[in-house]
Each structure stands twice: as C-alpha cells, then as structure tokens.
C-alpha cells in the first residue's frame, strides 16, 4: 500500500517542476496509486491544501531556518510544507505523527542530511505555539502571509476594491470551496431532488437565496451517483447560475453562449428555456465539445447544437439571435479557492488577456439581432479585464446600450456591471455587463 504522505510530496515537487494542473495531475497519479479511498481523501485534502497554503507555509519556513531559503534542497522544502500544514490546518492529525512521518519521509526521498533539519524545525515550531507573528507587517504584505496570496494581488485588490471587499474575497479563497448544483427543472424538483440525494446518502439543502439551486454539503464521487446519472441535476457555481439569469433567455428564442465547455451555462439556459428553441453552444477545442454533447444528452436537452467555433472570428453561418452569452477565457482570480495555482502565476501572464476578451465580446456583438441582449462575463476580479473591456466597448459601440438585468438574488446590485466577492458561503468572485441592441 502507497503512503498518502509521500504520494503528496511527490505531487507537489512534480506541481513545483512543471506546469501541471493540480487536479490532473491529482487524477492521474490517484489512477494509479495503490491508495485506499480513505488515504485518498486524505492525501486530497493535504495536497490541495498545501497547494493553497504554499506562501504562509514558506514565510514560516524562511522565519525558522538559518539557510536560505533558495538554497534549502527542494524534497526537505516539500516535505516540511507538508509537516507544517498538517500541524496548522489539520487538528486530526497527533502532532508526533505529522513530525515522524517527515522525518521517515526524508528517508524514503534519499536526503538523509535534512532529517535532523526537518525534525528540528518541526519541533521547535511546535513548542512556539504554531504562532506566526505579524509584527510590523505592511497591509498587503500581512494578508499576503494570512492567506497566502502573492502581494501583487493583495495589493490590486486592495487597490482596486478597498479592504473590506479584499478580506471577504481573501477569506473565501482558502479552505475547502462549497459545492452548489443546479435542479434539471426539465426532470424533477429540489424536493424531489433532496429527497433522491437523501435516498443514496448525500447530504444535501435548498440554497435559500436562489431558486433551483441546492448545496451539495459532501459530494465525493457525485458522478456515480444514480440522481447525477439521470440527469437530474449539473453541478454548477452559484455565480454561474446568477449569470444565466442575467441573460434572462426564454421559451423559442435564438441564443447563443459563445465559449461554452464545458456547457454548464449552456445547461442552465436550456433549462430556464423549456427545452424550447434554438441554444448554440461552442467552444475552440473539438475536445471539449464533446462534453457539452454528453452532458446534453444526459440532461435530456434536445435544444442545444454543441459545434467548434473560434469567438474572436465572426462566424456568418451562424444566425442572428436574440441573446448572446460572451463568458470569455480569463485570469480565473475569482476562482482561486477551487484552482489554487492560478494565484501563484506572474501578473504579466495575464496582461494580454484584455485585447483578447475585448476582440471575443465585439465579435460576439455582431450576432446580436437589433432589441437583443449581450452578456459579458469572466470568473475574475480584475478590473482591467472586467469593467475596463465592458466600458471600452460601450464607448465604441453606442448601437449596443448598458441595461440593468434584474436577478433574483439580493446580492446582485440594480446596475449593469455587477462584480460579484467570493463568498465563504456563497458564490465565486464573478463579473457581468448586460448590454441591448437598440439599432
């Protein structure tokens, strides 16, 4: 049987060393690995943990060791990160096991000259206390160490949102994200829904602020399950959903949702549709096109045409439509909680997404019938791809009027961008302008 412990510190030292995306690379080794499901869980839970963590864990190892921290032997780096976490954030864990596995670990990754080293931190951060100090720190440097997100970006949202918003969004990135679902109004209820999750034990409640909308409190493997299996429900953000609603589709329309895969809003927009009328939905990847045909098909939407299609390329085989969904490829900052590496990039990564997501959204417009509506959305918090495109395209296109897109959802403000915090209990940090054709 493999150890979970060292099957971590093997991920994360691969995560370290090459571009992987945590949860492929977290499948992958998991499909192979001779790990029982609860070490499974177990090894998740720390992976993406540390993952998460990987600043405060590295503050406290440069406070407490006396080598540099560039020059520490990546393994015992590894491996102290996760001693340290389990000591931190994982209560269940006996502090003796958390040090002696570390140490056993040191071992089994053959650098036999950083047991001692590893030993020795571990314990002394033990008798401390576990206490980090944050004494004398800068405001974006203490939220930087607190929740381990870079500086660059506490201080862009401190900048950009002021503190108040910054520590809602900050509090919501770490720690284990909520899990939300939308009913398959084509095939059951929420009570039905409830009652048939209940029925195969798991637990799951009616999110009070949305209609149709549930919490899924332990979902595992939710794919398995007999409700997902008939189609009676898509797991969906709750901020994905409120952007459904924001396009406000309805019964025999035309609509378009331009970058789809893979296909959740789409799902949600045929449901609110009836299953009536005309739904394209695209994406670049041939690929991920097949996910939309699959879900489709397991939901019992008929209404939806799955095609590849380039976005930034206007297409004059596609029709005229009355709605136009425009969710464009972004930094992903209001996801963080549920893809932690995306925090851990350079801010220049992102600097030419803007030109990108403008050229999408005015390509989009073009499919747009006069009296129609266009939605432009992302998943970040960046002002520079949201409201800065949004405005940048009303300032050149005056046919196109910003509109208020009433939801129903008391977290969404009466104006036509809304920039939606990530919530602890709640939705990811989301973004959408609402614009109409009036010539």
């Not at 950083?114 to 020795?120: E, K, T």
């Not at 939300?180 to 039905?192: F, G, I, Q, S, W």
Request: with cysteine.
């Amino acid at each position: 049987m493999s150890s979970p412990r060292l099957t971590v510190v093997k991920m994360l030292m691969k995560m370290d060393s090459s571009e992987s995306y945590s949860n492929l690379l977290l499948d992958s080794v998991f499909s192979e690995a001779d790990l029982s499901d609860r070490d499974k869980a177990f090894a998740a839970a720390l992976f993406y943990g540390v993952l998460e963590r990987r600043l405060t864990l590295d503050y406290i190892i440069e406070q407490n060791s006396k080598i540099p921290f560039k020059k520490l032997d990546p393994a015992a780096v590894a491996v102290l990160r996760a001693g340290l976490y389990q000591l931190l954030y994982m209560p269940s864990v006996p502090e003796s096991a958390a040090v002696n596995e570390s140490v056993k670990m040191c071992k089994q990754l053959k650098c036999f000259s950083a047991q001692g080293f590893v030993n020795g931190m571990l314990r002394s951060f033990i008798r401390s206390g576990k206490k980090i100090s944050y004494l004398g720190m800068e405001p974006e440097k203490r939220l930087s160490v607190e929740y381990s997100c870079p500086e660059w970006l506490t201080k862009k949202l401190l900048d950009e949102y002021g503190t108040e918003f910054t520590v809602k969004a900050l509090k919501a990135s770490v720690g284990k994200p909520p899990v939300y679902a939308r009913v398959n109004t084509l095939k059951t209820t929420t009570d039905k829904l409830l009652a048939e999750l209940s029925r195969c034990k798991i637990p799951a409640s009616a999110y009070p602020w949305l209609e149709n909308c549930i919490k899924l409190e332990k979902s595992g493997d939710i794919e398995k399950c007999p409700p997902f299996r008939q189609g009676m429900f898509h797991v969906q953000d709750i901020s994905s959903q409120l952007c459904c609603l924001t396009l406000r589709p309805v019964v025999n329309e035309t609509v378009l949702d331009v970058c789809a895969a893979p296909g959740g809003k789409s799902f949600t927009l045929a449901e609110l549709m009836g299953n009536n009328g005309r739904l394209y939905s695209m994406d670049l990847h041939d690929m991920r096109v097949g996910l939309i045909e699959d879900g489709a098909a397991r939901l019992g939407i008929k209404m939806i045409t799955a095609m590849q299609n380039d976005a930034a390329k206007f297409n004059s085989e596609l029709p005229q439509a009355d709605r136009v969904l425009c969710d464009v490829p972004c930094s992903g900052l209001g996801v963080i909680r549920r893809k932690p590496e995306i925090k851990y990039k350079k801010p220049e990564e992102f600097a030419g997404l803007p030109e990108i997501q403008y050229q999408i959204l005015e390509t989009s417009a073009g499919y747009v019938k006069p009296g129609g509506t266009l939605v432009y959305s992302t998943c970040t918090l960046s002002r520079a791809e949201n409201n800065d495109v949004a405005e940048r395209f009303a300032a050149a296109h005056p046919e196109f009027m910003p509109i208020v897109q009433q939801v129903p959802y008391a977290g969404a403000a009466g104006d036509s961008m809304r920039t939606y915090c990530p919530d602890e209990n709640g939705g990811d940090g989301f973004f959408t302008a609402s614009f109409r054709r009036v010539k």
